[in-house]
């Protein structure tokens, strides 16, 4: 009876939803949209405080905002306060987790229930370098291509997670990864004042912007992307150090 | 059409989180609605036959017709906040695991 009503809640909110779409003038139709209407034309023409005429890759020099990436010109540049707010929540919730499955030092990792032999330990050794380099390039290419320093963050995670898997005597030293999450947040939050002080407000970009496509362009953009894949990294990766330790169970 | 697509997901991770009692099931509920609700909002800044808004070597210029950037923006932030949360809540589910030894809701409270 209880997963009746669910059912005929939940298709009625769907049905509502689809209803809500059909034949919406303020709701512009699916692959119809007016980017012109839109504040999205100003991010790519990159026009929000000045008219800087048609930019073009590999030649437009100093535009207010250099990153040849739109959307990471979005996320760390016009929008950079929003994205300090996500990492804020990041770190609480980072924080939270750590605060419920910690328990001081008197946990031990999960015990593997297989002994892992020679090659894994040394392949994942080799592969974990790999890993961790593809996230480095994300981050430092996070203005040019997809990417950024989010996902880079999450990548450098990733190869942790690889190492904890397949060698069972691994443990990351946690208070390293809360020192970088610390520093490189600190230092985001600097980057903002140092924008308030040198320009006009916080998080501007105070920076030459350079040349559209250059791996040295964008201003603050790299150095911030930088920070903010560090923090993600170190996060994720305590995230993961601590799903991954039990407490000592003492009876 | 993705958008209705998008609703779908939304009505499965709805009715999930509605009809499920297990507290594992209710967290990947809250993904499933979380990954339409990204689609949806990705779907919105959708052009015909635009281009990924990234400046690259081939589409050079900033007067081609590009998809909407702002909300991939915006799905970039809920996708970390979503990693974020379900962390927080996959915890809360490992600390409730390791004092009830169940993830039903229903079998708890009784057995201190």
Partial sequence: ?????????????GVLMVLSLTNNDWFAQFGYVDLADRVSQSYIDKDVTGN??????GITSNPENGAANIVTSIVVDYRSFDTLGEVTVLFISALGVALLLNSQDKNKRLALNFKPNFMLRVGSRALFAIILMTGVYVILHGHLTPGGGFPGGTMIASSILLLYLADDQFRTKVKGFKLLEGVAGS??????????LLATYFLQNFLPTGTVGD????????????LIGLKV?????????????????SL | MIQYAAIILIVFGLYGLLSNRNIIKM????????????IFIISVGFVYDGIA?????????????????????????????????????????KKIYSKYGTFELDEMGDNE
């Fill in chain 1, 1 to 13: 009876m209880k997963n009746l009503i669910a059912f005929v809640l939940s298709v009625a909110l």
């Fill in chain 1, 52 to 57: 800087p005429g048609e930019i073009i890759f």
């Fill in chain 1, 187 to 196: 230092f985001y939050v600097i980057i903002g004042l140092l924008g308030l």
């Fill in chain 1, 215 to 226: 791996l040295l362009s964008a201003g603050v953009i790299p150095i911030v992307y930088i």
């Fill in chain 1, 233 to 249: 990294g170190s996060e994720i990766a305590g995230i993961i150090d601590n799903f991954l330790t039990e407490e000592e169970v």
């Fill in chain 2, 27 to 38: 967290i990947i509920s809250l993904n499933i609605i979380e990954i339409g609700l990204n």
């Fill in chain 2, 53 to 93: 808004p990234i400046l690259t070597s081939t589409n050079s210029s900033s007067a081609l017709l590009y998809v909407d950037p702002l909300p991939q923006a915006l799905v970039l932030t809920a996708i970390v906040i979503g990693v974020g949360t379900t962390a927080l809540g996959l915890a809360l589910a």
